[in-house]
């Protein structure tokens, strides 16, 4: 039905609403069009005899869900409703839901298990968001939405919640699994509300040590995948300068995606790295790094909510909740150009591969590329010898032809 462009019951929290919208850098057109459909949501909550402070999320999701909207539509309804809906209970208009006993449990539970992993095992705050994830999970296919019993946890838990995950992904490499579950069991054992420590009935995914050669691209497939980003109207600058960092420093997408403002010195032309296991290096900015860095602040990023350097380009402009806007641009690279990833799944650390690859090919040490990719072992920084050609056709042994004819 065609609904007029009229006030509602919405109509008093509107101007507040898009303040705060355009507090986060909302452009004025998407600030009226989410005016145009709160009015037609307004008006579907007072047939609906809803009043704005007794709306829910999930009410309002629900509500949000019946009115239709054109097939070009970039705008989501139920989630304009979610988003007025926070807003109205930021400003004491509706009242955030109670959790239940179950709810309140979960959550206190999870919240000790962070600051456990945190505080005492070390863990980055990336790695702690990873295993309560998997926590969370596993205490949802265990109990459902009703309260614990972990004293009642046993073996089978385990192994059922592990096939259960696995049968989705077959076959299934990924060692993050076991290690994250462990973690939780360990927690749960150290604190008592386990009898047994059931990180030991955990299977280990079976990965034997260099089985695997490291993917890569050669150089000129490289520059093909960064030049087709480069050239990207909408985006181009931004995501530009992301992979540079990564093709040309070995930077992991985490790295990236922890960039801060602060952590760039361009009188000293260095960039903080903040690596694995809160290990902060610094590496010199090559020139087309630096240009690439600049011309993203001075033609794309807007943001001014945020100390993160890449943050996205739809408003509020946050920061990335993880590395996988990388993949997705690598993948779109891809198509572009009609380079063949050398892997089926396109990942982020096929551009560090490709650079440590081209690296000990050119005769760069396996110290200088473990200096580079700022390896803790020399075992990891090892793959990569597999892949000089050259260096292993020097040592290889002729093939024993007069003893095997005997």
Aim: charged share 25%; hydrophobic share 40%; with cysteine.
């Amino acid at each position: 039905m065609e609904i007029p462009n009229r006030f509602t019951c919405l109509e008093p929290y509107l101007a507040s609403f898009e303040e705060s919208l355009s507090a986060k850098n909302y452009k004025p057109a998407t600030v009226e069009n989410y005016r145009y459909l709160l009015r037609r949501f307004g008006q579907l909550l007072e047939d609906e005899g809803v009043a704005p402070s007794g709306l829910t999320t999930e009410l309002a999701v629900e509500l949000g869900q019946r009115l239709p909207t054109t097939p070009k539509s970039q705008i989501k309804v139920p989630n304009l409703a979610r988003l007025f809906v926070q807003h109205l209970i930021e400003i004491g208009v509706a009242t955030r839901p109670r959790l239940t006993a179950a709810q309140a449990e979960r959550k206190e539970l999870l919240s000790e298990l962070e600051f456990y992993l945190l505080r005492q095992r070390g863990l980055s705050t990336r790695s702690a968001k990873h295993v309560q994830g998997f926590a969370a999970r596993f205490l949802a296919h265990r109990f459902g939405d009703g309260m614990l019993d972990l004293a009642a946890l046993n073996a089978g838990d385990v192994v059922a919640f592990m096939e259960h995950v696995v049968a989705r992904k077959t076959p299934y490499r990924d060692k993050t699994l076991s290690s994250h579950l462990r973690g939780f069991f360990q927690y749960l054992f150290a604190q008592g509300l386990t009898t047994t420590n059931l990180s030991l009935c955990v299977p280990k995914v079976h990965k034997p040590w260099g089985a695997r050669l490291p993917r890569y691209l050669s150089p000129d497939e490289v520059e093909a995948v960064l030049a087709s980003v480069a050239t990207n109207p909408r985006r181009g600058a931004r995501d530009y300068a992301m992979l540079l960092l990564m093709a040309r420093l070995g930077m992991r997408a985490p790295e990236v995606m922890a960039v801060q403002l602060d952590d760039i010195d361009w009188r000293a032309g260095e960039i903080l790295v903040r690596g694995k296991g809160q290990r902060h290096d610094r590496l010199p900015i090559p020139p087309d790094v630096g240009e690439a860095i600049s011309r993203y602040l001075r033609e794309e990023r807007t943001s001014t909510t945020t100390r993160t350097l890449f943050v996205s380009h739809r408003a509020p402009n946050r920061p990335f909740k993880d590395s996988q806007i990388i993949n997705s641009i690598l993948r779109e690279a891809f198509a572009a150009t009609g380079v063949k990833p050398p892997t089926p799944y396109v990942g982020s650390h096929v551009l560090r591969h490709s650079l440590a690859t081209n690296l000990v090919r050119s005769g760069a040490s396996l110290e200088e590329i473990g200096d580079l990719l700022r390896h803790r072992s020399r075992a990891t920084t090892m793959i990569y010898a597999k892949l000089d050609t050259d260096g292993l056709r020097s040592i290889a042994q002729p093939w024993p032809i007069a003893e095997a004819a005997q």
